[in-house]
């Protein structure tokens, strides 16, 4: 059975610090990895990633896969309270049937 | 319209009874999944259609059952409903394929009592 573990659980962290966020997962037939951000209610896309060792950025977010050590790493630098949500990690897997796998999720909060 | 949109936003229930949550997808997306979030806990995949058709399922029993319409939007059926049912239910639209993203409503938050 597909699984995702994240770590670590929760962060508690003061603006301006740099974070990673760990996603690792056992797979049976890997299509994507996606990550989210989930502040109230509705998950917001963040990246999604397909190949190993090709570095997505977006503003201060940056997130990278390695396929071969079945993990994923979001970094967030000079963080801002803003940034305090849940981040969750979601994995895409299957042939025709595929379906999404998320793990629990890092609370994320940033403390001015 | 751009976005996902779900209704109702809130919605208390008694055990046994049977619920219908819906779910419109976002213009030009023809596939829609719908999960269940326990408090504290990531979304558990329920199931999935594309063009009308399941095409994915979680380890959920048969009595939450769904629909799709020919516009795309979606449903959610509940039978028989538990207490622990009570949870967020998201439902996500993707232009279709793994390669695309998955954009998510606002949910609906069910309580059975």
């Known amino acids: 059975e597909d699984k995702v573990v994240q770590s670590p659980l929760s962060l508690v962290v003061h603006e301006g610090d740099t974070v990673t966020l760990n996603c690792s997962y056992e797979?049976?037939?890997?299509?994507?990895l996606l990550w989210y951000k989930q502040e109230k209610k509705a998950p917001t896309f963040l990246f999604m990633l397909?190949?190993?060792?090709i570095e997505k950025k977006s503003g201060r977010l940056s997130s990278i896969l390695d396929k071969k050590e079945l993990f994923s790493i979001l970094n967030i630098t000079a963080t801002q309270t803003g940034d305090s949500a849940v981040y969750l990690c979601?994995?895409?897997?299957?042939?025709?049937?595929?379906?999404?796998?998320f793990g629990k999720g890092t609370l994320l909060t940033v403390n001015p | 319209e751009t976005g996902v949109t779900q209704s109702p936003t809130h919605l208390i229930k008694t055990r046994g009874q049977q619920v219908t949550l819906r779910c419109s997808s976002q213009?030009?997306?023809?596939?829609v999944s719908w999960y269940q979030q326990a408090l504290g806990q990531g979304p558990q995949f329920i199931f999935q259609?594309?063009?009308?058709?399941?095409?994915g399922r979680g380890n959920f029993p048969p009595r939450f059952s769904g629909l799709q319409f020919p516009n795309y939007s979606s449903e959610l059926n509940v039978n028989a409903l538990e207490l622990n049912d009570s949870a967020l239910y998201l439902c996500?639209?993707?232009?279709?394929?793994?390669?695309?993203?998955?954009?998510f409503g606002s949910g609906t938050r069910l309580t059975v009592v």
């Open positions: 259609y594309y063009r009308e058709e399941e095409n």
């Open positions: 397909t190949s190993s060792g």
């Open positions: 979601a994995l895409v897997s299957g042939g025709s049937n595929y379906k999404l796998t």
């Open positions: 996500a639209s993707s232009a279709g394929g793994y390669n695309y993203g998955y954009t």
């Open positions: 213009s030009g997306h023809n596939t």
């Open positions: 797979v049976t037939n890997f299509r994507s």
